[in-house]
């Protein structure tokens, strides 16, 4: 099974700062999934990547293959950004994930 | 298409009582997903089928736990007995398997008193 970590657990910052949370795992993958938890519960799928970077809107996320690394960005943030971010990793062969604990963020106004 | 629907939202039970969870996935998708949220684990899987068909359900906590997909377009998830240490957020998510991207539903609070 791979092993996730994320980090920091929890994040305060102020609005318009650059976030950046992490999320390392043990075992090779053949993609890394960032999801999004808002407030009321809701998840959301924010990307799907296996190598390189992928950008939406304020949201990049990047990810070191051989360092077994990925990163998650958010430009110019906002208190809507406000939620628990998530990065999950598949065992290899199927599309079982293992997921991360999370990352609180809070932007403040 | 109105996405991955999850009934009922909120479910309030007595403890030894059966619950059941129904989910209907995205149209055209191939694999369907059964996760549980607590507090203390975070995010788990239950169980996955693709095309219908159970794949892993190693998840799955004890044999109070059962999960069935009759056909591509609805699934459910039984507790009988349920028991308090039950109570979760049980969310349903389906995938087009090639793609990978999973869509979720928005979630059944169980809570088993």
């Known amino acids: 099974k791979n092993e996730v970590e994320q980090s920091p657990q929890n994040l305060t910052a102020q609005e318009e700062e650059f976030i950046t949370i992490n999320c390392s795992y043990s075992?090779?993958?053949?993609?890394l999934h960032w999801l999004q938890q808002h407030p009321g519960g809701g998840i959301v799928s924010l990307f799907m990547?296996?190598?390189g970077k992928k950008k939406h809107g304020r949201l990049i996320a990047t990810i070191n293959i051989q360092e077994k690394h990925s990163s998650l960005h958010i430009t110019a943030s906002h208190p809507r950004d406000s939620a628990v971010y998530i990065c999950a990793v598949p065992n290899f062969g199927n599309e079982k994930l293992t997921f991360g604990t999370g990352t609180r963020l809070t932007i403040i106004p | 298409d109105a996405g991955v629907i999850q009934s009922p939202r909120h479910e309030v039970t007595e403890m030894g009582q059966e619950v059941t969870l129904r989910c209907k996935p995205i149209s055209g998708h191939n694999s369907l997903f059964w996760y549980r949220q607590t507090m203390m684990r975070g995010l788990e899987l239950l169980i996955y089928f693709n095309n219908n068909v159970p794949i892993d359900d190693s998840g799955m906590p004890e044999d109070r736990f059962s999960a069935k997909m009759p056909n591509a377009s609805f699934s459910t998830l039984k507790i009988q007995p349920s028991e308090p240490r039950d109570s979760a957020v049980y969310f349903c998510?389906?995938?087009?398997?090639?793609?990978?991207?999973?869509?979720f539903g928005a979630g059944t609070r169980l809570s088993v008193l």
């Open positions: 075992v090779g993958i053949s993609a």
């Open positions: 990547l296996s190598s």
């Open positions: 998510a389906s995938s087009f398997a090639e793609v990978g991207i999973q869509y």
